[in-house]
């Protein structure tokens, strides 16, 4: 399996923030978004290939409970369901962190979920992929049916919420398991976003999401 890196870090994100966690990075992507954080997963993949029982060997070095499974888009590789399968022998937490354009039978206790919105849409030519595929509302509603879930979305400006109440409402999501974050890759950035989006989520009741892996480390690999 194609793995971009492997590092145990705080969950930065979502309704486990701030959970020890090991994170399980692969390589690749089958969407293109415009600010994608890591770039080295989607637009220039990288990584090396490691077989289960390295990956397996590399998580239970480090004292963690839980494990986020994270790309990427883990969920275009088949071998994403025998890795959770393993995770679970190994009585782990597990999250998946997903666009949610693919569906797999994997092992899961947090399927987060985060689509991409319009303004993900980069330029160029990977746009007419990249909108034809980031919203797959059979897929959304299959994870959402089978597994616990979170619906993360990044918000870049206050125009956003447009999209993402058409797209509740079409999945009937329930809004507690909603949860908004700032779109950002530095603090400062984060920082202004932070406060408008703040607001919107106790007008709509909404949950905000830091993005404390930022706050704490700055946009950096491995963190
Ligand atoms: S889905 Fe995630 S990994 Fe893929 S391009 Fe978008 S932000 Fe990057």
């Not at 890759?185 to 202004?192: F, H, K, M, V």
Request: glycine share 8%; proline share 7%; hydrophobic share 40%.
């Amino acid at each position: 399996m194609k793995i971009a890196e492997l590092f145990y870090s705080l969950q930065g994100e979502g309704a486990l923030v701030g959970v020890p966690s090991v994170f399980i990075r692969t390589t690749g992507c089958n969407l293109r978004c415009r600010w994608c954080d890591t770039p080295y997963t989607s637009w220039q993949p990288e990584g090396v290939e490691l077989a289960l029982p390295q990956i397996l060997d590399e998580v239970r070095a480090h004292p963690a409970r839980h494990v986020v499974v994270t790309g990427g888009e883990p969920m275009i590789l088949a071998d994403v369901v025998p890795l959770t399968e393993r995770l679970r022998a190994l009585g782990l937490h597990i999250t998946i962190e997903t666009a949610g354009t693919v569906f797999r039978p994997v092992a899961c206790d947090l399927m987060s979920i985060s689509p991409k919105l319009a303004n993900s849409t980069p330029s160029g030519p990977w746009a007419a992929q990249h909108d034809r595929l980031r919203i797959q509302p059979d897929t959304l509603l299959e994870l959402m049916g089978r597994y616990r879930y979170q619906l993360k979305f990044v918000i870049e400006k206050p125009g956003d919420l447009e999209e993402v109440r058409l797209l509740l409402e079409m999945l009937r999501a329930d809004r507690e398991r909603v949860i908004l974050m700032p779109e950002g890759i530095d603090r400062e950035g984060l920082r202004e976003r932070s406060v408008w989006l703040a607001e919107i989520c106790k007008e709509e009741g909404f949950r905000f999401s830091p993005r404390l892996h930022v706050d704490l480390y700055g946009n950096q690999r491995g963190v």
